[in-house]
């Protein structure tokens, strides 16, 4: 009984210390952006944005005049993690803040984007043009889409 | 050798060819009509060239713009709405790009006309206008009765504009940017989407300038 114990307790060491391991394994992966995971997202991303965001926001992120916030580096998409995933699909209306600018243009969302079509685009949005926030996981997407609400 | 001397020949010849290309009058679009006429008694045969036809809108400022306004001046002439986000973005970032192009030009005018006048108020345009980053009185962003703006979009203009529920701002028109000259006639249609069109609209801005003051 007592061996048995023993037993269990190792194997609990060895488990707890291979998912240690493994989390830092995938915390690594986000940052170092070098995964095909990453690299996939990312250039599905970039052709969805080019779609989908590129007429306002320009292809260098770097929006037009008041008329349509920058995406590079934009102090609003930082602090607005959840909410700019969200109005991706539902949009988003009246004013806005950018980086000490206001903005007061409806972004109409583009409903029929999938969670995966979502995180792709915010991978590369969140990673293009010197930002560097590692790799949006559909499964991160699918968990904020239920508490977007809204239409 | 001779290769070297062929190509150098050819070299030559495109660099003709291309520096005529830019000394060359820019070409008069639209149908025309040649009639013949009497002056002073003698019979004369004259070309009529299609012209814009007289309008009358209202600006951001909410003054009255009208040929008038573009007496003597070269204009560049586009058709938009700004709640548009297909191909209108792109329109005015590559119309902001010619409006900073013009802007020593006192004799050269940006006329952008809404399609949307019932969403796109003065108001709403002074305030798109500022947005843009456009001050003064070079480029005006008209509104007006909607059939007006259609009917000079298509037969004046020659760029399609009308309302359309499938589409998915509601509306379709084309993405085209016109020359017009003092003379109120088209002389070049460029697509309003594509960098490469712009920057040969921006050359031949000046090459019509030239034109006037040889």
Redesign the interface.
């Known amino acids: 009984m007592i061996s048995n114990l023993r037993f269990w307790k190792s194997e609990l060491a060895v488990l707890s210390c291979c998912l240690l391991f493994f989390l830092m394994l995938s915390c690594n992966q986000s940052k170092t952006d070098n995964s095909n995971k990453f690299n996939n997202y990312f250039r599905q991303g970039e052709q969805l944005y080019a779609k989908h965001c590129s007429n306002c926001h320009q292809v260098d992120g770097t929006g037009l005049g008041r008329l349509y916030p920058p995406l590079k580096q934009s102090d609003y998409m930082n602090k607005n993690f959840e909410r700019v995933i969200c109005l991706m699909r539902n949009g988003i209306q009246g004013e806005l803040v950018v980086n000490g600018v206001q903005y007061n243009q409806a972004m109409p969302g583009v409903p029929t984007l999938t969670d995966l079509e979502t995180a792709e685009i915010a991978t590369y949005i969140y990673n293009a043009w010197g930002n560097e926030h590692g790799l949006i996981d559909v499964k991160e997407v699918e968990q904020i889409s239920n508490t977007c609400g809204g239409k | 050798m001779k290769k070297i001397l062929n190509l150098t020949a050819l070299a030559l010849l495109l660099l003709n060819c291309t520096s005529k290309k830019e000394t060359e009058k820019l070409p008069i679009l639209g149908y025309r009509e040649v009639v013949a006429k009497e002056v002073e008694g003698q019979k004369v045969i004259d070309t009529v060239y299609h012209t814009i036809a007289d309008f009358q809108f209202v600006n951001q400022d909410s003054v009255v713009v009208t040929n008038e306004t573009f007496a003597g001046k070269i204009y560049i002439a586009d058709f938009f709405f700004?709640?548009c986000?297909?191909?209108c973005?792109?329109m005015?970032?590559q119309m902001?790009r010619v409006y900073e192009a013009i802007q020593d030009m006192p004799d050269v005018a940006i006329l952008s006309h809404t399609i949307d006048p019932e969403y796109d108020t003065v108001a709403l345009l002074r305030?798109?206008a500022?947005?843009?980053?456009v001050t003064g009185n070079k480029w005006h962003f008209v509104t007006g009765e909607q059939d007006k703006i259609y009917d000079i979009a298509q037969t004046s203009y020659f760029a399609t504009a009308m309302v359309d529920k499938t589409e998915p701002d509601g509306f379709i028109h084309s993405g085209a940017f016109l020359l017009i000259d003092k003379e109120r006639r088209i002389r070049g249609k460029y697509d309003g989407t594509v960098e490469d069109d712009v920057n040969r609209l921006i050359k031949d801005i000046e090459r019509l300038r030239k034109e006037y003051n040889p």
């Not at chain 2, 500022?130 to 980053?133: I, N, P, W």
Request: charged share 30%; hydrophobic share 30%.
């Open positions: 700004t709640s986000r297909t191909i973005p792109i005015k970032t902001l305030d798109f500022d947005r843009l980053g």
